[in-house]
């Protein structure tokens, strides 16, 4: 039988341990929540879902931040439709969690101070030339070009958190920014 969390009894304690799991996933490269999926929309409506790093995590304002190259699809979607979703599988805790966020597309002089923190093996994913999802003749006919003017921070601003526990009885909470983060048991 799997174990209880004791703190998947509460709603505010199943919440806490949402946030701080997104915490862990920020400090701890090995944490599952390093590695969520990012999905978006793109114009034609496809839904459109990438792994990527979560790089920022902030319980209070409930914003997370996720690092991008500027030419990449994902910030052409989210340029037309700003709504994103996040999903994490966390297997050693036996939690699901699925944020709805409204990302802010952030350049330039806005994050000069991320970029002088990323280090230089990680600085290659920004710039690729040509643009990330080009064509190419083969595999191999691109160049990395860390790139400054190419790199951009989107900061998601949290407005829906579904949190699902698979626990020997199963529980799924529902939080919204419009509620101040008041929790709702959901049927799982
Ligand atoms: C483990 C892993 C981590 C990744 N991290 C990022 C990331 O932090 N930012 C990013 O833009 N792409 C990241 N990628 C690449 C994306 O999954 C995706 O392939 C790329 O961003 C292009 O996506 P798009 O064309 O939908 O924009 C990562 C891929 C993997 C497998």
């Known amino acids: ?12 304690s199943l919440y806490d341990q949402v ?28 839904p459109q879902a990438r792994t990527v790093v979560l790089r920022g995590a902030d319980p209070d304002e409930a914003v997370l931040e996720v690092h991008t190259d500027l030419l990449s699809a994902k910030v052409g979607d989210l340029r037309v439709n700003p709504m994103a979703a996040l999903h994490v599988w966390d297997a050693g805790t036996h939690l699901q969690t699925r944020i709805e966020a409204r990302a802010m597309i952030l350049t330039g002089a806005a994050v000069a101070q991320d970029w002088a923190r990323v280090p230089d093996p990680s600085r290659q994913s920004y710039g690729s030339q040509p643009p990330p ?12 070009r860390p790139d400054v003017a190419c790199f951009a921070v989107l900061r998601l ?12 009885q199963h529980r799924r909470a529902r939080y919204t920014r419009e509620t101040g983060w008041r929790g709702q048991w959901l049927a799982p």
């Open 1 to 12: 039988m799997t174990d209880l969390h004791p703190w998947a009894a509460g709603l505010d």
């Open 19 to 46: 946030w701080l799991r997104l915490q862990r996933g920020v400090a701890d490269r090995h944490a599952p929540a390093r590695h969520p999926v990012l999905a978006t929309v793109t114009p034609g409506g496809m």
């Open 133 to 144: 999802g080009t064509p190419i003749d083969d595999a191999l006919a691109y160049a990395k």
């Open 157 to 168: 601003t949290v407005l829906a958190i579904d949190a699902v526990h698979l626990g020997p």
